[in-house]
């Protein structure tokens, strides 16, 4: 096992390597870099996606004053201070292995426009994703795999059909649609004004006692995560009973009830441990995709600053600090829970030997 935790060790670096490549070489091909976006401000324009035009090469962020949508009026002197402070006066190259290594320091710089480093505005903006994801996952399998079992053991019951469903239904609903739902309902005054519109806490949060802040918390957290969880449901409740079912079939269980083992016994003795396999090594797959996949729509409807907002605030605005150092971080986080993944696989069935499979 040794042996193949360092080879996909080592494969990280080569992976992350390959999709900073990747993104970085797309970057100089989009309109509309950081310069413009001074430079559309400066100009009134507001933003630069209002002042882009045809044949202008925006998205180079180098050469003369000339390359820039609404530049004409300013000095080119100006123009070549912007490109030296982001260090656009640099071939790409260059500025790629600068950015490279200072992310293998984890050294993230700072926003554009921001004045704040990347691992500040993260961390800023952690609360909401960390709450989102985490409580979306926990619920999600606190649920799901319950309700999985109970339909595998009554498969094709009336329970079964209706329970089904009720889930298709559930993850047909588009989660921004189910959120607009639950604020009408329940806090947009229409009908019940339960729950706040807005924020992860009160105004006062601060002022209120330890119970009042965990209570203020989970009052203010309860519409997004029933949104952002409505659709992960279904998927991993069918699993879970597909997975039972495959197990329930085999002939082991079929030689334990033989052997007068009581049908408890059997499915949380023998069975469970062996169908929960895929879907409790894949719990930090799915806790990281669910954190880091935080949805926009979610955040803005309840108006939550996350990390969704931080990367569609970053794209729009061409802050490539943060749009490259997320990325790194992220991906360098992605990749390492997959080898957690797989350790979690061996460490429930340790008849799993990852050391037998080629490279």
């Known amino acids: 096992m040794g042996a193949y935790i360092l080879r996909r060790l080592l494969l990280i670096l080569p992976t992350l390597f390959g999709i900073m490549v990747i993104n970085f070489t797309l970057v100089q091909f989009v309109p509309g870099g950081p310069i413009e976006q001074i430079i559309a401000r400066m100009d009134g324009g507001g933003d630069v996606f209002e002042r882009f035009a045809g044949g202008a090469d925006a998205g180079m962020d180098r050469g003369d004053a000339s390359g820039y949508v609404g530049a004409r009026g300013l000095p080119p002197e100006f123009i ?17 292995f600068n950015m490279m290594w200072n992310y293998l320091r984890f050294d993230f710089g700072e926003s554009y426009f921001r004045s704040i480093s990347v691992v500040d505005l993260v961390i800023e903006k952690l609360p909401v994703s960390i709450s989102l994801g985490l409580w979306s996952t926990l619920i999600a399998y606190l649920v799901s795999i319950p309700l999985g079992i109970r339909k595998a053991v009554r498969d094709g019951s009336k329970f079964d059909t209706w329970t089904s469903g009720a889930i298709i239904v559930g993850y047909a609903i588009p989660g921004f649609l189910f959120a607009i739902l639950l604020l ?40 997004p995560v029933l949104a952002s969880t409505i659709s992960a449901f279904a998927t991993l409740t069918l699993l879970t009973k597909n997975s039972f079912l495959d197990e329930i079939k085999k002939q082991y269980v079929i030689t ?20 929960m396999l895929i879907i409790i090594a894949g719990f930090p797959a799915v806790f990281v995709s669910v954190f880091f996949g935080a ?3 979610i955040e803005t409807i ?10 569609f605030e970053a794209a729009v605005a061409r802050d490539y600090p943060v749009i490259f150092g997320t990325l790194f971080a992220f991906g360098l986080l992605g990749l390492t829970v997959n080898i957690i993944s797989d350790l979690m696989y061996v460490w429930i069935d340790p008849r799993i030997d990852f050391e037998t499979r080629e490279t």
């Open 184 to 223: 009408v309902l329940f806090a947009g005054g229409s009908y019940f004004q339960i729950f706040p519109l807005r924020g992860l806490t009160s105004d006062n949060w601060h002022e209120l006692s330890l119970i009042g802040k965990v209570l203020d918390y989970f009052w203010h957290i309860t519409l």
């Open 256 to 275: 334990a009830r033989a052997k007068g083992v009581t049908e408890r016994r059997v499915l949380y003795g023998h069975v469970f441990r062996n169908a």
């Open 80 to 96: 070549a201070e912007l490109e030296r402070q982001f260090g656009f006066d640099k071939p790409p190259v260059e500025r790629f």
């Open 302 to 311: 309840f108006s939550l600053d996350g990390l969704g907002r931080l990367a």
């Open 295 to 297: 949805s926009l729509i």
